[in-house]
């Protein structure tokens, strides 16, 4: 008789695919470190990321993509409705990103390090572009017309002056991480789960795509681009097959019970 929580993905974790938890955890912190380096070391490039920046705003009008307008103003209908956006911008990033990492660690093991490769390629890729191509956001380019909601209603994470922020780099744009890791939460859950529910986690890119956007810290294309990136990483970087499972072999003793045995075994053998 097959229970219904029977599927693979509902079964105990296979305790051999899960890696040394304290390599693990140093390798996440670094790659922690070298992600918060790496977008210092493309600070300061202030007047190269405000030429960019007009240019990405031209490129969306001539493309006809949906101005960021659009979406802010539904926000700004509400003062709770945009302070709840600029709290999710400010504080859900990093914290659903570690849990996911750390839930498929200790549940779905494989899945981890799949998920953990993809993130760290994604980041890698990120951090390239943001040296090479530095952008302000939409909220400090003023042909935009938007407003920056963080330092108007609060909370924000960045300082009020862009140029001399030591605490992040406010002209890495593009690629939007914030929109790229929380489209590999959201995937990364439905296919490590088999709940008729799972699908319920891509509320989680989808929310942040709206927020990036609705608080002007990211163009639509800043997603977009992150979404080439993640597809190229899919496809280069595949979950690696579940090791099928085979039943224990009995022992010789087992065998040999079952054997006939006695003085007639050789009889009831040829009959």
Known sequence: MKHTGSKPADREPDTTARPPFVRELLLVA?????????RQAANGHVDEAFHNAGRVWDLERAARLP????????LLHDETLIRLANT?????????TLLFLGWLYWRRPRHYVWSRRILAV??????????VF????????????????GQVYGPTVYGATPATDSMAN??????????GWAVMVGVGLVVATRSRWRWL???????????????????????????????????ALRLPRAEPVRPPLPWPSVVAQREPAGPYAGLEARR
């Open 201 to 235: 986690w891509l509320l989680h890119p989808a929310v942040t795509l709206l927020v990036i956007v609705g608080t002007a810290n990211h163009y639509w294309l800043d997603s977009i681009v992150v979404t080439a990136l993640l597809s190229v990483a899919f496809a």
């Open 134 to 149: 530095p952008l302000a956001p939409p909220r400090l380019l003023a042909a935009t017309g938007l407003v920056d909601t």
């Open 30 to 38: 670094g790659l922690f470190v070298i992600y918060k380096l790496g």
């Open 88 to 96: 999710y911008y400010a504080t859900v990033h990093f914290p659903a």
């Open 170 to 179: 406010q002209f890495a744009a593009m690629p939007s991480l914030h929109f």
């Open 67 to 74: 101005g960021e307008g659009a979406v802010q103003g539904l």
């Open 122 to 131: 994604l980041t890698g890729a990120a951090l390239a572009l943001h040296l």
